[in-house]
């Protein structure tokens, strides 16, 4: 009889100190997750505990949310059109936190007024290339022409006539150059990929996949994540990604 | 709590009183044992309900939650939107933006969020038809949205593909010859000189020749090689009718179209070939989510209309 007290008595404080202590976890946990939050989102790397806070906390976060498409390694994808998130190479902003958490937030294409929606790229194939604005569809020997133009940024010998003539339709009916700029840099502001370097979002750079791109358009979609994650959630996964990143180099 | 006898309440008569920390603990026996496990449970309780009170989405009603600047009548403006407005609007990093211009955007955000809810209030979207289509239409996207964001996987696709194989073909492509006889040409007289047209080409005299030798002219309709779409529009479809059907180098018999006969000569006409899957597998990530997209809109109208209460007029039925 006694003995059985006594065990109740054990289960009894222990109950109350688990409590406790949970408790008290939570409310640590809730104390830094406010002082995470309270901060500009750039302002969160220059603060190497909350920093260190929030990464840990954002990989489980990256791992149930985005790894589905992003992959675990976050590597990305190409044939599906999902971009390395580890190198240098952003096709949005320049890889900050700001910057990162925005997209966690609303997405690329999603529904919400915040979303990054500014340009797609049109499929100059079809008809219609374009859904915001009228743009003449590209013959099959233009495309081939303005593929072998960019082609040249990957190392590929090109004909000089179709070169000339490619280089011609980049500027002025394919209006590639309004996106991607007149140098193939592309935009980090629309979301246009640079075309001259050797980071492919989809496809691998050649020259069927450019033409298959060209004629097809290409539409990504990242989701917007502001309904199902908490403002700390989102924090810490846009500083989780970006702890991954490769750091831009510093401006010349 | 108690630490000595002096300060717990007498006790019930025939209980030993509680002399170290230890008899304290012999619990059973304690006294305020009831007392002091509803204490500790109320204690745990209350901060159980605090903490939530304080953490809950919605329940913050003076205070400014950390990942907030304002709160405009409970709705929070992140501190995320605000910084990415700042940017946005001055063109500046946010840690070089001054205060003048953060003080600026913040006041901007303020007042957006105050008309908005200011034209719930006076129901705008029943009035106003630009919000009320923008409104139809955001809740077409956000119906949308799982379809959208949803990663399909190889067999989904691949099954889609299988059932919509034919849609999946390289695309057709064709370069004719479209002769016609020049306006204001009598009509016998052009059929005539169509035909000798028609037979001359057949006999495989060069198109330069033969439109010179018999009055016509290309009619300048279509341009070097085309998509079958393309020719299909510029040809109009009587024209592409006739000339999708002819093989590289034959020649249609004269078509007689407002503007006279014309005769077309096909060079090359590449028909449409099925794409593999790993070929066609971007278009048909296209279409299998614009398929889900559609679905999923009907069935929302479909859901909107069991949940309501619809009553259409006898004579309207």
């Known amino acids: 009889m006694l003995q059985g007290k006594s065990r109740w008595k054990t289960v009894a404080v222990g109950a109350a100190v688990a409590v406790v202590a949970v408790l008290g976890w939570l409310v640590y946990r809730h104390g830094r997750d406010a002082a995470m939050l309270r901060l500009a989102p750039d302002s969160l790397p220059e603060n190497a505990s909350l920093y260190a806070f929030a990464v840990s906390g954002g990989k489980g976060v990256f791992a149930r949310n985005c790894a589905g498409c992003h992959g675990a390694d976050m590597k990305g994808d190409r044939k599906t059109g999902v971009p390395d998130l580890t190198d240098v190479d952003w096709q949005f902003g320049e890889g900050r936190v700001a910057e990162i958490e925005q997209i966690a937030l609303y997405g690329i294409r999603a529904a919400d007024h915040r979303t990054k929606n500014q340009a797609d790229m049109p499929a100059f194939g079809r008809e219609q290339p374009y859904a915001r604005y009228s743009i003449p569809t590209l013959t099959p020997q233009e495309m081939d022409d303005i593929a072998t133009y960019i082609g040249v940024t990957q190392g590929r010998e090109a004909e000089p006539e179709a070169l000339k003539r490619g280089i011609a339709l980049f500027d002025t009916k394919g209006q590639c150059f309004d996106c991607h700029g007149n140098d193939m840099g592309g935009d980090t502001f629309i979301g246009a990929p640079n075309l001259a370097d050797k980071v492919w979002v989809n496809g691998d750079g050649s020259k069927k996949a450019i033409i298959d791109i060209i004629a097809q358009g290409r539409v990504g979609v990242s989701p917007m994540f502001k309904n199902t994650l908490s403002p700390a959630q989102i924090r810490a996964v846009a500083a989780y990604i970006h702890s991954k990143a490769i750091p831009p180099p510093p401006a010349a | ?317």
Do not use: C
């Open chain 2, 1 to 317: 709590m108690a630490k000595s006898p002096s300060s717990t309440p007498a006790k019930p008569a025939g209980t030993p009183p509680a002399k170290t920390v230890k008899d304290l603990f012999a619990w059973s026996e304690h006294p305020h044992r009831t007392l002091i496990i509803g204490a500790i449970g109320a204690i745990v309780g209350l901060g159980m309900a605090g903490f939530g009170l304080f953490t809950a989405e919605g329940t913050r009603v003076r205070s400014v939650p950390p990942e907030a600047v304002a709160v405009v009548n409970g709705r929070p403006v992140l501190i995320s939107d605000f910084v990415a407005q700042v940017e946005a609007e001055m063109g500046v990093k946010y840690s070089e933006a001054n205060a003048a211009q953060r003080k600026m955007v913040l006041e901007e955000m303020i007042s957006e969020e105050l008309f908005v809810q200011r034209g719930l209030e006076i129901d705008e979207p029943s009035v106003d038809p630009d919000v009320r289509s923008a409104l139809v239409s955001a809740v077409q996207t956000q119906v949308a949205v799982d379809a959208i964001t949803k990663s399909p996987t190889d067999d989904e696709l691949r099954t889609f593909y299988e059932a919509h194989k034919a849609s999946y073909s390289s695309m057709g492509l064709m370069t004719v010859k479209d002769l016609v006889a020049p306006r204001g040409t009598d009509p016998t007289t052009a059929m005539n000189n169509a035909r000798a047209a028609a037979a001359a080409l057949r006999a495989g005299q060069a198109v330069e020749a033969v439109g010179a030798r018999y009055n016509m002219k290309d009619s300048g309709k279509v341009m070097g090689e085309e998509l079958y779409f393309a020719a299909q529009i510029h040809l109009g479809d009587a024209l592409f009718a006739q000339a999708v059907k002819l093989k590289p180098g034959e020649v249609s018999d004269p078509v007689l179209q407002a503007d006279g006969p014309h005769v077309l000569v096909t060079v090359t006409n590449t028909t449409p070939q099925a794409r593999t899957f790993e070929d066609a597998r971007i278009a048909v990530m296209t279409d299998f989510k614009q398929a889900l997209q559609n679905q999923m809109q009907v069935n929302e109208d479909k859901f909107l209309r069991v949940r309501a209460d619809i009553l259409i007029a006898k004579a309207f039925q």
